[in-house]
């Protein structure tokens, strides 16, 4: 991992779930600034509370790295988005837009029109909270599930490239006792977040009115 840079350094804050996220642009970055990624709880190698003592929705996490940016004084930042940590880190701009400096976005997504075909099958449990529809995600919350999060749409050619660490370490974290319930929650709330954020004023104009 590159050594930490002064505070004084432009800085970039990751929102992602997880720093694992962050390994391959890291190195990228550590000569000009000063890269902050925490894990959310949950994610990455970090403990998790229990349902009933944490609001494990991108509401939650939001609000949580919202108290993270202020414990360490991160006063400015860009604000580096991806997968899960999207939804997370464009509730913290809209929260505190005088300190996000940039935005810089990687698959992820903050409206409804942009889940695809290939989560139709989660929103048709939004519509609908059958046992047949939940069934359907829960069997998502697998090994192969978390295959498929990194191969679906690909290429045969391209797949037979990836490293197959990636979908494991990602379960072995899933697997841990009790942590599936808690992503069931987060994973389940997407309509929420994506519908709050469209009756929001947009993100960018929020971001440039502050400055």
Known sequence: MPPCRPASTPTVASTTAAWTSTVCVSPALADRYRLVAPDCPGFGHSDFPPVDRFDDTFDGYAALMKKFTRAVALRRYALYL?????????????????????????????????????????QAYWRDDSPENRQVIRNWFSLEGMRLNYTTGMPAQQIELLSPDTWHLDWA??????????????????????ASTRSSRPISASISRAR
Do not use: H, K
């Open 82 to 122: 991806q997968d899960y940590g999207g939804p997370v880190g464009m509730r913290l701009a809209l929260a505190a837009p005088e300190r996000v400096d940039a935005l810089i976005i990687q698959n992820s997504n903050a409206y409804l029109d942009g889940l695809g075909e290939t989560l139709a099958p989660l």
């Open 173 to 194: 974290g899933m697997s841990r006792p009790g942590n599936i319930e808690c992503s069931w929650t987060c994973f389940t709330t997407t309509a929420r977040i994506c």
